[in-house]
Structures are given as C-alpha cells and as structure tokens.
C-alpha cells in the first residue's frame, strides 16, 4: 500500500483516508525521527495488526531538536523522508506525518516543558541532561496532535519506553502504550539508525554490547535451571545416594549447590556481561562503556541482589564517535507480570 504524505497539523486533522470515507475504527501511531528500517517496519505491521483493516496507522517522521544536546548528532542525523514514506506504505501505514519544526514548535523552543523527573535522570539521562525532558515534551505534543487510540514504541529504547509509560499513566493521557520487543540484525546486533555510522571494525566492537547481554541472559538461564532442578532435589543424604545409585549425582550435587547458594542471580548477571564488555573495551577499535545496570523497569533503579521479579539489563557504550544502546528483559524467580514480557503488551 501507499502512504500518504502530510506536513501540517490542519492537513492531519482531516480526512485522510479519502473524501467521505468513513473514520477509522480506531487509529495508531508510530513515532520515529526517520531513517526507517526493519525495526520500525515491525511497528509498523504490529500496529496495522493491532487496528484491523478498518483501523488507521500514522507514522511520525520528526527529529526532534530538544531531546540532543550539546555536541549531539543532530545535524548529521540521517533524513530520508522518500525512503521513510516508501517503507512505511510496504509495512502497512496510511499516512506519515512530517512536520517541520516550525509546525512542531511554532513560537520556537516551547517554554513549558514536560520533566521526566528523576526516573529520566537515571542512566541515559545522566548521560545526556535534559534528553528526556525533550522526549516526553515532544511525545506529548504529537498524541495531542494524532489523537491515536495507541501508541506504539521499541522496547530497544526501554528507559525512553519506561519514562513515556509513566507520563502516559501519570498524567491521564488516553492512550495504551504498546511494548514491541526489539528487533535484531543476524549477528545479533540490535537495529538502529545510528548503525549506519559505524565502519566495518566498528562495526564488529559494536556486536560486544549484544554479547554482553546475551551472556548475562545465559548466565541468568543456567542458574534458573539449576533452581528449578533444586525443587525436586533430595533434601536428605539417604535421598541424595538413592540419586547417586540411579546416576544422578551431578545432578543432585549441583542442584543442592544452588538451592544452598544465597540467592546472586543479578550480581552473576551483572558480572558476565561485563566480562564481555571488559573484553572488548581492549579491542580496535575499543568499546567505551557508558552504563551497564540490571534495573528495574518501572522506574528504573538498580535492582538488589536478591530481586525475584522483572528486571531489563541494560547497556550504553560509545564505539568510535557513536553512541549505542541495547537491553534485554529478564524475569529473576516469578513468573513476567502481564504486560510486562518481551512480547508485545499496552498498558494505559
């Protein structure tokens, strides 16, 4: 299918599914700063499944002025509006909205602003004051000017999906908030549109944030098992030999190591992806580490060692002069809360 262009909010705000058509049953919206690619096509088709054929999907197209800093790559941002709206027709939206920024913010900087408050002070925003405060402002700003009846976002981008969550259930927007789980290159490496700065050995650096992930993931996994094998394990000597007759000594041995263990799962994560990133902060070109924090995804914090729960492990790390962010969600002990998985959920 096509998508259709528009600029303006006058244009947004009429019928844009053709003259006399009926409105959509209900409408989603995709946000995005351009330079679309298989990540965002996810959203895309998420989102047109989610509405029905009945239903309308929006793509935003704006790169927003107030979530980089001093320094940032704002300037060399890479904008591919033909492109944009081409990929986005394949993946099934109606319409892309691209305003300028003049339309965005028609008396220049807005002088009200929403703050992110000290969950966007956290981690990326301690790394880069005042990137979320731009967020959530422009955020806010394009669902008042969509009215979407959802709104769709990366879990790649899980601290920025965290703190628009809250704003969303703090202040009453009506909209749901739909996670979808973060789409990846083959070798691992997550999508991004800042992949296209990186050189052939950057490049190779870079798959260290994944690996380090996905080595606190297996790390994580290995020590379930070996806790789920526990439940069933002898909990005396004579049961313990009644396994080592049948062969199962290792296994025995190794589930009462664990079920003796004090409880560690976080700090064991923790501590295999950094041994990754350790290692490739001495390769050429080298990784240089940001953050890396097991957090909590409601507001972020640094979960306790002895967390049972939901968590994301998350990471930054600059190869050459681009920045790069990854994460993984990981559940410690219980069952992932309802809507709170790597799998698509909303919350309102």
Do not use: W
């Not at 589930?255 to 992806?273: D, E, L, N, S, T």
């Not at 990133?277 to 070109?285: G, N, V």
């Not at 953050?291 to 600059?318: C, K, N, Q, W």
Request: with cysteine; aromatic share 4%; charged share 25%.
């Amino acid at each position: 299918m096509t998508a259709r262009l528009l600029h303006s909010a006058a244009e947004l705000r009429g019928p844009v599914t053709g003259p006399g058509a009926a409105p959509a049953a209900r409408r989603a919206v995709v946000m995005t700063m351009g330079a679309l690619h298989p990540g965002h096509a996810e959203l895309i088709r998420t989102a047109r499944r989610l509405v029905g054929v009945t239903g309308e999907v929006v793509v935003t197209v704006f790169v927003n002025p107030l979530q980089f800093g001093a320094g940032e790559d704002l300037d060399r941002y890479p904008r591919t509006l033909d492109a944009d709206v081409e990929l986005a027709g394949r993946a099934g939206a109606d319409l892309v909205f691209a305003p300028g920024t003049d339309e965005v913010y028609p008396g220049g900087e807005p002088q009200v602003r929403i703050t992110a408050g000290p969950m966007g002070e956290r981690l990326e925003g301690a790394s880069r004051p005042g990137h979320f405060d731009g967020v959530l402002t422009v955020v806010a700003k394009l669902l008042h000017l969509t009215r979407p009846d959802l709104a769709l976002f990366g879990q790649k981008d899980a601290q920025q999906l965290a703190v628009i969550r809250r704003m969303v259930q703090d202040l009453n927007f009506g909209v749901d908030v739909v996670a979808v789980p973060t789409v990846r290159e083959e070798d691992g490496l997550a999508r991004s549109s800042r992949n296209r700065y990186l050189s052939a050995a950057e490049r190779r650096t870079a798959l260290s944030l994944s690996k380090a992930l996905f080595a606190g993931r297996d790390r994580h996994a290995a020590e379930e098992a070996l806790r789920a094998r526990a439940v069933h394990a002898p909990s005396s000597r004579a049961r313990a030999e009644a396994l080592d007759a049948l062969g199962e000594a290792r296994a025995a041995a190794d589930a009462h190591a664990v079920a003796g263990a004090a409880p560690g799962g976080p700090a064991a994560v923790r501590a295999a992806a950094r041994q990754c990133l350790d290692a490739a902060s001495r390769l050429d070109p080298p990784l240089v580490l940001d953050h890396l924090a097991l957090v909590d995804p409601s507001d972020f914090t640094e979960v306790p060692d002895d967390h049972t729960g939901d968590a994301v492990l998350v990471v930054a790390a600059r190869v050459g002069s681009t920045r790069l962010i990854d994460n993984l969600p990981l559940t410690f002990g219980t069952p992932a809360s309802a809507g709170e998985s790597d799998l698509p959920g909303a919350v309102s």
